[in-house]
């Protein structure tokens, strides 16, 4: 079992930044890919970011590549989303999650995913 909590969110003006974070619980931490989704008013849950288990592997949406980052710090259970030069259509709830994940794998698929956060919310205005 893992729990997941976000922090970092909150009002920005586009071209800010923003570091999203979320710490996991458990002793298993590496073991587990993680990635990022983010869910706008009436829309789907997307996909923005995933991580393999060791750190070394990164995946991104189109829509964000080279505007975001993600990282981990697996000595602190921890997974970051640095987001910059922020756009208005950025504003959602950000969602980390995880899934027990073979070594250099990392997922861009919501249903792969196993534990989820509460979410964070994150807007930008214009």
């Known amino acids: 079992q893992v729990q997941l909590v976000e922090s970092g969110g909150g009002l920005v003006q586009a071209g800010d930044s923003l570091r999203l974070s979320c710490a996991a619980s458990?002793?298993?931490?590496?073991?587990?890919?993680m990635g990022w989704f983010r869910q706008a008013p009436g829309k789907e849950r997307e996909f923005v970011a995933a991580?393999?288990?060791?750190?070394?592997?990164?995946y991104y949406a189109d829509s964000v590549k080279g505007r975001f980052t993600i990282s981990r710090d697996n000595a602190k259970n921890t997974v970051y989303l640095q987001m910059n030069s922020l756009k208005p259509e950025d504003t959602a709830v950000y969602y980390c999650?995880?899934?027990?994940?073979?070594?250099?794998?990392?997922?861009?698929?919501?249903?792969?995913?196993?534990?989820w956060g509460q979410g964070t919310q994150v807007t930008v205005s214009s």
């Open positions: 991580i393999t288990r060791s750190g070394e592997g990164t």
């Open positions: 999650a995880a899934v027990w994940a073979l070594s250099g794998m990392y997922y861009n698929r919501k249903s792969m995913y196993d534990y």
């Open positions: 458990g002793r298993t931490f590496s073991s587990y890919g």
